[in-house]
Structure formats: structure tokens, C-alpha cells
């Protein structure tokens, strides 16, 4: 089954870790991206990447870092810079641009810092 | 960047009504999804409808890209059609430059038995 997978589904953090959350695509979409949403908000874009080895900040990028050495995976990693991780966080992907394509997100990772 | 708001905030419906979500926003656009978000979290792209008019079964789209509004039409609800409809739409801004898919707040609908 062609998907976007995401794990774990719920994370809990201490103060002062860094998590990193998986995503893995087998669309063979080149590009992805990472969004986080709050309760009762819409979703803001994190990070971005339109190819392999490339990656853009999107509005939020500010405490998270990416990495995209894989066509299929690009990991968000939430550091303890990030002042308020506690969120929803979902990845996405598209065959193509940021602007012109149609997206498709995986089920999400529940992210709780206690 | 682009301003996207949706209306209603909430819905609540029995089963079998129709609908009508709209969503404005404030710059051109050359991308717009309408999006469902289930109970779970999980968000299903419904349409891509930067322009004109797309059907889906009981889901209808329209986007008049030139008054900067799209409206989704929910006939004959079904209790699994209740969630959050996002709007989202993406392209150049009038500020000069280019943005990516830009949410709106949601219409939460609720479709009671």
C-alpha cells in the first residue's frame, strides 16, 4: 500500500530532550514537508523540502531542525530550543512544488513535553 | 503571506442536511485544497481546486479564484462526514513574493444521528 507513515504516534518528553519524529513516504513524491498544529488551529508549515539533500524553513522553523538524505525519509527533530513542543505534528508530501501540487499527510505524532 | 478565513467556526447538522463551508482569502492563488480532518487527527485531501467547480459524491467545490472565495458543498450529511474542513489555499501574495499552503482556522462540523 503506498503511503506516509509516521511514528511513533505519541511521544512524551522531558524538559530539556530532544526528540526526533520519523517520516517515511513510498509515494516516490519528491517533496515533503512538516506541519504543526495546535488544539483548535489550523496547521503551520515547519520545515519544507523540495528534493533530496535541500531543505527550506517554512513560517515556524525556530527550535526544530530536518534532515533529507533519502528520497523516502525526512526526520523532524524538535529541540529543547523549541519553547512550546507540545502539539500535533504531521508530515506531508507531494509529487510536486510547494505550490502547485496536491499534498497528502500521514496519521500524525501526538508530541507531549511533561 | 496570504489571509485565509472560514466560515462557519462550527456546524452542527442532523443527518441528511445540506451544507455550505466557505472560505476567503486575501491574495491570488495557483493551489487550493479542501481538506477533512477526522475525529483521529487524520487529514484527507478532498480537493485541489485552485479554479472552477469539481464534484465527489456528496462533495462539491467551487473556487471563483478572481473574487478570492471557494465554497464546499456537503448534501445529504452523513454522521461520518463530522470533523474539521480545512481550507488551504497557496500561491503569490501581493507583497512580492511566494507561499506554501496556508491554513485556515477549520469549520468544524458536527452531523447528529
Redesign the interface.
Known amino acids: 500500500d503506498g503511503g506516509i507513515t509516521q511514528s511513533p504516534k505519541y511521544l512524551f518528553r522531558k524538559e530539556g530532550q530532544n526528540v526526533t519524529l520519523s517520516c517515511e513516504q513510498n509515494l516516490n513524491h519528491d517533496a515533503m ?1 512538516w ?1 504543526r ?1 495546535d488544539p ?6 515547519i520545515y ?1 523540502s523540495q528534493i533530496v539533500n535541500d531543505f527550506q524553513k ?2 515556524i522553523a525556530e527550535g526544530y531542525s530536518v534532515s533529507r538524505e533519502k528520497k523516502e525519509s525526512f526526520p523532524l527533530t524538535v529541540t529543547s530550543a523549541q519553547k512550546n513542543p507540545t502539539a ?1 505534528y ?1 508530515c ?1 508530501s507531494s509529487s510536486g512544488t ?8 500521514g ?2 505524532t ?1 508530541l507531549t513535553v511533561l | 503571506g496570504i489571509q485565509v478565513e472560514q466560515s462557519p467556526p462550527d456546524l452542527i447538522l442532523q443527518e441528511g442536511a445540506n451544507s455550505t463551508l466557505r472560505c476567503n482569502f486575501s491574495d491570488s492563488v495557483n493551489n487550493l485544497q479542501w481538506f477533512h480532518q477526522n475525529p483521529w487527527g487524520q487529514l484527507i485531501n478532498l480537493f485541489y481546486i485552485p479554479s472552477g467547480t469539481k464534484q465527489n459524491g456528496r462533495l462539491s467545490a467551487t473556487t471563483v479564484a478572481t473574487e478570492r472565495y471557494s465554497l464546499l458543498y456537503i448534501s445529504s450529511s452523513q454522521t461520518t462526514d463530522s470533523g474539521v474542513y480545512f481550507c488551504a489555499p497557496a500561491g503569490w501574495y501581493s507583497g512580492g513574493g511566494a507561499d506554501g499552503l496556508t491554513f485556515g482556522k477549520g469549520t468544524h462540523l458536527i452531523i447528529q444521528p
Open positions: 514537508y506541519y498544529q483548535g488551529q489550523g496547521l503551520r508549515l519544507y517554512g513560517d500535533f504531521l506531508a510547494l505550490y502547485t501540487d496536491t499534498q497528502y499527510f496519521p500524525g501526538r
